[in-house]
Each structure stands twice: as C-alpha cells, then as structure tokens.
C-alpha cells in the first residue's frame, strides 16, 4: 500500500502562483512514477503532469511552460509548481503514484486539494 497526503492547494488570484506537495509513504520502494491530475466540475478527470523514477517527464499541453513537476527522493515528495494561474486551472487537484507489484502495476490517489484561480 502507498498513501498519498497533498497540501498547498488554495485561492490565487489570476496570474498568480502556488506550490503544490505530495508525500508518499508506505510501500514506495517500488512506485514507477508519480503525477497530478485535476478534475473541474462537470469535467473528467484529466493528467497535469507526471515524473517517472528515471526523471522523465511529460505536460498537459495546457499547462506546458506553466508548471513544473519535480521530486525529492529524499523526502519521498512530489512538487508541482504552478505558476502563470488561470481561471481555467481551477480544479480538485490529485496526486497519484503508480506501484509495479505481483506482475501488474497499482494505483493509488491522494485525497485531493482544491486550487481556485480568480479572474
């Protein structure tokens, strides 16, 4: 099992900036990668950005040159900094890791932070 805790989520006005973290914990000495998604209202829920262990990582064609995802190994955390905010980025945000395990890969999601940009 892995457990997710995010935080930093919040109310910005348009144009302005947070930092979102999510701590791991558990089982994750084999997670292969880890991500944020958000989901709007009335929206599916979609990928912002995601880092692999190897250090890849690939953008929402809507957040390109906006955020950057980063990790701390040492600390076991994934950062998403947002910057450059939109009304549109206005979402539930997730963290998600993906463990391999018993031959199939696992998924697991944080509880959720709410990001509000004001316009």
């Known amino acids: 099992q892995v457990q997710l805790v995010e935080s930093g989520g919040g109310l910005v006005q348009a144009g302005g900036s947070l930092r979102l973290s999510c701590a791991a914990s558990?089982?994750?000495?084999?997670?292969?990668?880890m991500g944020w998604y958000r989901q709007a209202p009335g929206k599916q829920r979609e990928l912002v950005a995601r880092?692999?262990?190897?250090?890849?990582?690939n953008y929402a064609d809507s957040v390109k040159g906006r955020f950057t995802i980063s990790r701390d190994n040492a600390k076991n955390t994934v950062y998403l900094q947002m910057n450059g905010l939109k009304p549109e980025d206005t979402a539930v945000y997730y963290c998600?890791?993906?463990?391999?395990?018993?031959?199939?890969?696992?998924?697991?999601w944080g509880q959720g932070t709410q990001v509000t940009v004001s316009s």
């Open positions: 998600n890791a993906v463990r391999y395990g018993d031959g199939r890969d696992y998924v697991y």
């Open positions: 558990g089982s994750i000495f084999s997670i292969s990668a």
């Open positions: 880092i692999t262990n190897g250090g890849s990582t």
